[in-house]
Structure formats: C-alpha cells, structure tokens
C-alpha cells in the first residue's frame, strides 16, 4: 500500500512556473514507479508524466515535453512535477500516482493515486 498526498498546486498567469510535489508513505520496501496525470473539467484523465523507480527513466506526454521535468526525491519516496511555461490548457487537477514496476502512461496500471490539486493558469 502506498499512500500519497499532493502540494504545489495554484493560480498561476501564463507563462509563469509552477513545482508540484507529491509525498509518498507506506511501502518502503518495494520499487514503485511514479507519475503525474491530470484531468481538466469535462475531460478524460490523462497522462503527462511518469518516471522509474531510480530515477532515470521518464517518460512525458507530447503536450508537456520541453516544458515539464518530473524527478524522484532523494529518498525515493517523493516526486516532484516542475512546470514552466504555463498555458491556459494546462488548467486541471494533478493527480500523483504510484505502481509497483516500471513507468508507464497508461492511468490503468497505476494502483494508487493522490487526492490531487488545482492548478489554474489564467491568460
């Protein structure tokens, strides 16, 4: 079992910069893969980053790329969403979630999920 909480969400204007971070409690002694994903009013869930137990695998959706770095805490058991170059569409709620095994894009395979946090961008 793997609990997780979100933080960093806001109203921020275009352009400007944002860090979500997500605590992780639990299991700590299984690998378990992380990734953010975000569902904006009347739309689907949907992908936008992921990232492997160690760190160094990450994979991100071709809307956020350039502009999005997610990464691990030291200790493994937090992960962080910095998001720079805002825009409007990037208005939703930010979910964390966790899986045990590698990362992925798919919010089907991840077992556990924070309870999110509103991140506006006005224009």
């Known amino acids: 079992q793997v609990d997780l909480v979100e933080s960093g969400g806001g109203l921020v204007q275009a352009g400007d910069s944002l860090r979500l971070s997500c605590a992780a409690s639990g299991d700590t002694f299984n690998p378990y893969a992380m990734g953010w994903f975000r569902q904006a009013p009347g739309k689907e869930r949907e992908f936008v980053a992921s990232?492997?137990?160690?760190?160094?695998?990450?994979y991100y959706a071709d809307s956020v790329k350039g502009r999005f770095t997610i990464s691990r805490g030291n200790a493994k058991n937090s992960v962080n969403l910095q998001m720079n170059s805002l825009k409007p569409d990037d208005t939703a709620v930010y979910y964390c979630a966790a899986r045990y095994g590698g990362p992925s894009i798919d919010h089907d395979l991840f077992a556990f999920w924070g309870q999110g946090t509103q991140v506006t961008v006005s224009s």
């Open positions: 990232i492997n137990y160690i760190g160094d695998l990450t």
